[in-house]
């Protein structure tokens, strides 16, 4: 059994595949926009207040977890008490697990779309809004290419977690993320060097405090969650794989600050090039795929900044949808005794029936995009990618801070050496702020759908 779990074969392999599933469509795609939408620096700021208050903890709760018992999710919750509830905890995890890899492959399947339009130049054709608002909506709005994307994505998924966790995800993630950092210094460069683009700085820095109201902060929190991939067990199931002779506060960390420097950096790609095109930052969803193919195409060599845009974009959610599969491969393989490999291919052929509402959810079966008042898509992202992880992380917390103990946890990070700074402030976070926090800004969601009677998404 211990030998068909795997290990990473080194901190850097560890570092490399949590920073993969932590950087993806949430740092490129999803923190831009909400910057954008949430008025900019004040959004930005109170995020980095959420990350070090919040995420930090919970992710060090989780790789606690995972550490101490080397098991999946719902394999961790039993190992270390006895009773359904927990285990329940672990098993909302891979099934959150489950659903954000539905909805996120279909986004993510979109980027294959557009890498393969940038090649084929068929994104230079979108020269302003309505012109790449009809490509874009072409793209999502056409069954057939839009499953059979997503059927991509998540066939070359289980392609890599089939190999294993050193011989498949690390070897994987050790190529493609210092892959990622190149591409985006690229993008950044170009992004900065661009006239006005002083504007695009002035915006995600400079806080204006009147445009914070209480959703924009709950859509901080809930991506500062989103994005270090914490709440269902991601971190629980690599924190598993961690050597037990290997020291781990420090590689924790840095997988917390390569993310947050990542999302910044997206930040610094993309509101420069929007300022410097002289086009407004709020445009939700739409915007790294409507808004950037018409700077693109206005740009000097911008057909080839859009290649690279896309590829950067494809690889953060490859390396993300890896540890989403992985999680619920895990589970199958400890709890269930499964092997890895039909495990692996199973579980992602069962995920694409799930994602094929979410993927026809954008135009192609009009039912599909009103479900509760909203597409499919929109609807699997609330649930899954919001709701079920600050469920979880506050769980989590709740587990570790109440039940487990802080201090079981804390060895178990010390573990293989090196000392985790701040243990008190740490033990406080977990036990009081976090689910605190947490539970405020959940009670605040369902308290305003129902005075407000919309659905609480
Ligand atoms: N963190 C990933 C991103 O930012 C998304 C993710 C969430 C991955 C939860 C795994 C688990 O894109």
Redesign the pocket.
């Given at each position: 059994m211990e030998i068909s779990r795997g290990l990473w074969s080194s901190r850097l392999g560890f570092v490399l595949a949590a920073a993969g599933?932590?950087?993806?469509?949430?740092?490129i795609w999803r923190f831009p926009y909400s910057v954008g939408t949430g008025g900019g620096g004040a959004y930005v700021f109170v995020y980095l207040i959420c990350v070090v208050a919040i995420s930090v903890p919970v992710l060090f709760a989780e790789l606690a977890i995972g550490r101490a018992t080397e098991r999946n999710p719902v394999g961790a919750f039993k190992a270390l008490v006895p009773g359904r509830l927990w285990r329940l905890v672990g098993g909302l995890g891979v099934l959150t697990?489950f659903g954000?890899l539905a909805f996120?492959s279909v986004i993510a399947g979109w980027t294959v779309g557009y890498l393969w339009m940038a090649l084929t130049r068929r994104l230079d054709e979108a020269v302003d809004a309505a012109s790449s608002g009809a490509i874009f909506g072409g793209l999502i709005g056409d069954a057939g290419p839009a499953l059979l994307l997503t059927a991509i994505f998540l066939a070359v998924t289980a392609l890599v977690v089939r190999g294993g966790v050193s011989k498949g995800i690390e070897r994987a993630t050790s190529v493609l993320m210092p892959a990622l950092f190149v591409l985006l210094l690229v993008l950044v460069v170009r992004s900065v060097t661009l006239p006005g683009a002083h504007e695009g700085l002035a915006f995600l820095f400079r806080p204006d405090f009147s445009a914070l109201t209480p959703t924009v902060v709950m859509s901080a929190l809930g991506q500062a969650l989103?994005?270090?991939?914490l709440g269902?067990g991601?971190m629980i199931t690599y924190g598993s794989y961690f050597p037990k002779d290997q020291s781990l506060p420090a590689a924790g960390a840095t997988v917390a600050g390569f993310d947050t420097v990542i999302a910044l950096l997206a930040g610094l790609l993309i509101f420069p090039a929007l300022f410097a095109a002289g086009v407004q930052p709020n445009h939700g969803p739409g915007l790294v795929f409507v808004v950037l193919p018409t700077i693109f195409a206005q740009m000097p060599l911008g057909g080839l900044f859009a290649v690279l845009f896309y590829l950067l974009l494809g690889i953060a959610a490859l390396t993300?949808t890896i540890?989403?599969l992985e999680v619920v491969v895990a589970y199958f393989v400890d709890e269930r005794g499964w092997r890895r490999g039909p495990a692996a291919v199973g579980i992602a052929a069962a995920c694409f029936l799930l994602a094929a509402p979410s993927a026809l959810s954008q135009g192609a079966v009009p039912s599909l995009g009103n479900v509760f008042g909203m597409d499919f898509l929109t609807l699997q992202n609330a649930i899954f990618g919001n709701y079920a992880l600050s469920i979880g992380a506050l769980m989590i917390c709740v587990f570790v801070g109440w039940k487990w103990g802080i201090r079981p946890a804390l060895n178990s990070i010390e573990e293989g050496g090196g000392r985790l700074l701040g243990r008190r402030a740490l033990a406080f976070l977990v036990r009081y702020v976090c689910p605190v926090a947490i539970a405020i800004v959940l009670g605040f969601i369902i308290i305003t759908s129902v005075i407000t009677g919309e659905p609480p998404f």
């Open positions: 599933s932590a950087i993806g469509l949430g740092n697990g954000i996120y989103f994005s270090l991939s269902m991601t993300s540890s989403l």
